[in-house]
């Protein structure tokens, strides 16, 4: 079919052609037939199972719940609407190129803001598809809804997230709000989960009582029944006529007023921060202390310091152990379930921060022509990488010693031997990198994301066999430390044609 060129389908077309490149069809094909597969036999299966139980009835308990899942995962999909805002607007760096092309601009605003719905809707699309398609062939019409819910909600979080980037943009800057942007989003993501965490950090006494009132509040006209505002979302996707209305009209509302309203704002609020003339510094002479470790160290957490996608991803992993902490601050807390949990944790910040000091080096020919011992120079950018995290875990440990110090005996050994292993693995298997693939590291060496796994997880068992049965922890730990051994020798020759050692 034959758009017209600089109209909007005509971009949209391309825009979401981009995204389907960036799912990596062409490469990863028989992983998508997979996952297609799956999704007809879940349909299957679904049909199945209603032809012989009939679909569930929602209990005023089970409502509840399925309320409060349905706002955590609207929380979810506004934090992604804020990091895919922040992508578009900030890291594409092709807005000026189409903003000065033959385009309207309001154009290019709506076929952002659209592939940024469509993205964030995609994966829950995917869930929540065989209930409407099922419940069209089994009588219950009324879920079919299910698909207008879903692009009314997409709509209504993208012009939420697009305004409070756009926000940002007018607060900030439009430099200060990329990284702002993501911290924000980290903490939306988070939100609901600390929410529902609040539970473990009260008596259980209280928290049957609160139990106990949402039950009465979701009975005879309470704030919680069934046709509540706050359940408006929900009883969208059940197809009640009113809901859907009112959330699709919100939805489209706020989208076009996003669109042809706030990004006049955000033109202007970018414009202004790039043409503002920056105040000339002082200029201070560099001076060089400490020696070499010093000044590796130094220049590695700068990096990471300027880095709005490790920062969001650090706090957000930081805000998940809040309650974890506060859990183990209580005499009855179940230590050989917590302690693993915080181990696996921080291997997993420590392989991404060590494989950001390694693989995502600016100037590795640089180094490998520098004039120092190289065995020293990945000694540095490994303890780079390990100090922020045992920064993290110095206040845990401090807590599990007053608490339970047979715990910390073996959380202590556990955290320092995983975070080490993590980050001696990524030196095994060195890949030059950028920084935004943080998250797809490790696509670049299955054999050694086989390793880091092994290793993770032997650390992980035996931190909680140290717990709960010490004599069988060697077997664990026997695989925890001879992986990272085994990639070290397995990975020289990639190691010496990376840093030309």
């Known amino acids: 079919m034959s758009l017209a060129p600089a109209s909007w389908p005509w971009l949209l077309r391309h825009e979401l052609r981009l995204v389907w490149r960036g799912l990596g069809v062409g490469t990863h094909r028989a992983a998508f037939a997979l996952v297609a597969f799956l999704w007809l036999v879940y349909h299957v299966a679904l049909a199945l199972i209603v032809a012989v139980t009939g679909w ?59 592939a940024v719905a469509v993205s964030v809707v995609a994966i829950y699309a995917l869930l929540l598809a065989p209930i409407a398609d099922v419940g069209l062939f089994t009588g219950e019409v009324a879920l079919i809804a299910i698909y207008p819910a879903l692009c009314a909600t997409g709509l209504l979080v993208t012009a939420i997230g697009m305004a409070m980037t756009i926000a940002l943009v007018r607060l900030l800057g439009a430099r200060r709000a990329r990284i702002a942007a993501q911290i924000v989003g980290a903490f939306v993501g988070a939100a609901l989960f600390l929410a529902i965490q609040a539970g473990n950090l009260v008596a259980p006494g209280r928290t049957t009582a609160w139990i106990l009132a949402a039950y009465g509040a979701a009975r005879g006209g309470g704030w919680l029944a069934h046709d509540s505002l706050l359940w408006l979302p929900l009883n969208a996707l059940l197809g009640k006529p009113l809901a859907l209305v009112v959330l699709s009209a919100a939805g489209v509302g706020a989208f076009a007023i996003v669109v042809n309203a706030l990004a006049r704002r955000f033109l202007a609020g970018t414009q202004e921060s790039v043409t503002t003339p920056v105040r000339p510094r002082e200029e201070r002479p560099v ?95 490994l303890a780079a990488g390990l100090a922020p995290v045992w920064l993290i875990m110095l206040p845990l440990a401090l807590v599990l010693v007053v608490v339970s110090p047979r715990a910390a005996a073996a ?58 049965a010490p004599a069988f922890a060697p077997v664990p730990a026997v695989a925890a430390i001879g992986a990272p051994l085994v990639a070290w020798r397995w990975g020289r020759r990639q190691r010496e044609e990376f840093t030309g050692a």
């Open 411 to 468: 959380f202590v050994p556990c955290v320092v031997g995983a975070t080490i292993s993590a980050g001696s693995l990524q030196l095994a298997f060195p890949r030059t990198g950028r920084r935004r693939d943080l998250r797809r590291r490790g696509k670049g060496h299955p054999i050694a994301g086989v390793f880091e796994l092994v290793s993770m997880l032997g650390w992980t068992v035996t931190t909680w066999l140290l717990l709960e």
């Open 56 to 114: 569930p009835t929602l209990t005023p308990g089970l409502f509840v719940l399925a309320g409060f899942l349905v706002w955590f995962v609207c929380t979810l999909m506004l934090s992604q609407a804020i990091s895919l805002s922040v992508g578009v607007f900030f890291e594409r760096g092709d807005l000026d190129l189409l903003l000065a092309s033959p385009i309207a601009p309001r154009n290019v605003f709506l076929v952002r803001g659209l």
């Open 287 to 381: 001076r060089f202390r400490g020696g070499l470790w010093r000044t590796v160290m130094v220049k590695e957490w700068k990096l990471i310091g300027r880095d709005p996608q490790v920062i969001a991803r650090t706090l957000l992993q930081s805000i998940y152990l809040l309650p974890l902490v506060f859990v183990w601050m209580r005499r009855d807390a179940p230590q050989a379930a917590l302690a693993p949990t915080m181990v696996l944790l921080a291997a997993t910040l420590a392989s991404g921060l060590v494989w950001l000091t390694v693989a995502a080096e600016d100037a590795p020919e640089l180094l490998a022509s520098a004039p120092v011992d190289r065995s020293l120079l990945r000694r540095a950018k």
